[in-house]
Each structure stands twice: as structure tokens, then as C-alpha cells.
């Protein structure tokens, strides 16, 4: 069974910085695209970045220039860099995997992921 298990989260003030990590194992082959995803209380999960099979990222307009995501193949492991953070970063994180050639819809589509993550919270203070 596939599992993605992510940490790194935690309280910081604001301008501060975190580095999440996504533990991925159980089918660590065959993947297209990883992602990081966001959910504030009482709103939707959001994107946040992708990164494709091939190498390409992704990032929401709202983090564009703030986060990086980036993957070490070695140890299976998905990070995103959060730098710059703001008091409306505050959200659980999951991380995201599909598998396969294809993609069920578009990268910004929860809906087109196979296996998530439980979570991990981040907090930022003002």
C-alpha cells in the first residue's frame, strides 16, 4: 500500500520560514506529478505546487516566489520550502501523488490525485 506521511510543520512568526517534508513509500515508481495542497478552516483545499515527472513546477499565485518544492529521489522524499510566510499561510498541508502515464484533470484539481498525505499543520503568527 502506497503511504505519504509528511512533517515538518509547526508555529512561526511571520517573515519566518518552514520546510515541510512528504515521506512517500509502498509504490515510489511510475509517478506523474507530486503536490502540495492547503486547507484553512472552513475553506476548500487549495493547490499549492506540483512538480512533474520530468522535472517541471508549479506554484499557486499566492506562493509564487515564497515556496519551493523540490524532491530527493535517494530518500523518496517530497520538501516544500516555505520562506516569507504570512499569517494567511496558516492551513493543514498534505501532500499529493499520481501515478501513471496521464493525469485525471489538471494539476490545480485535488480530484486529480491518487494518494494523499494525512497532513501537517502549519501556523503563523502575525
Known amino acids: 500500500q502506497v503511504q505519504l506521511v509528511e512533517s515538518g510543520g509547526g508555529s512561526v512568526q511571520a517573515g519566518g520560514s518552514l520546510r515541510l517534508s512528504c515521506a512517500v513509500s509502498?509504490?515510489?515508481?511510475?509517478?506523474?506529478?507530486m503536490a502540495w495542497f492547503r486547507q484553512a478552516p472552513g475553506k476548500e483545499r487549495e493547490f499549492v505546487a506540483a512538480?512533474?515527472?520530468?522535472?517541471?513546477?508549479y506554484y499557486a499565485d499566492s506562493v509564487k516566489g515564497r515556496f519551493t518544492i523540490s524532491g530527493d529521489n535517494a530518500k523518496n522524499t517530497v520538501y516544500l520550502q516555505m520562506n516569507s510566510l504570512k499569517p494567511e499561510d496558516t492551513a493543514v498541508y498534505y501532500c499529493?501523488?499520481?501515478?501513471?502515464?496521464?493525469?485525471?484533470?489538471?494539476?490545480?484539481?485535488?480530484?486529480?490525485?491518487?494518494?494523499w498525505g494525512m497532513g501537517t499543520q502549519v501556523t503563523v503568527s502575525s
Open positions: 499529493a501523488a499520481s501515478w501513471g502515464t496521464t493525469m485525471r484533470g489538471s494539476r490545480e484539481d485535488p480530484g486529480s490525485y491518487d494518494d
Open positions: 509502498g509504490r515510489t515508481f511510475n509517478w506523474h506529478t
Open positions: 512538480m512533474a515527472w520530468v522535472g517541471n513546477t
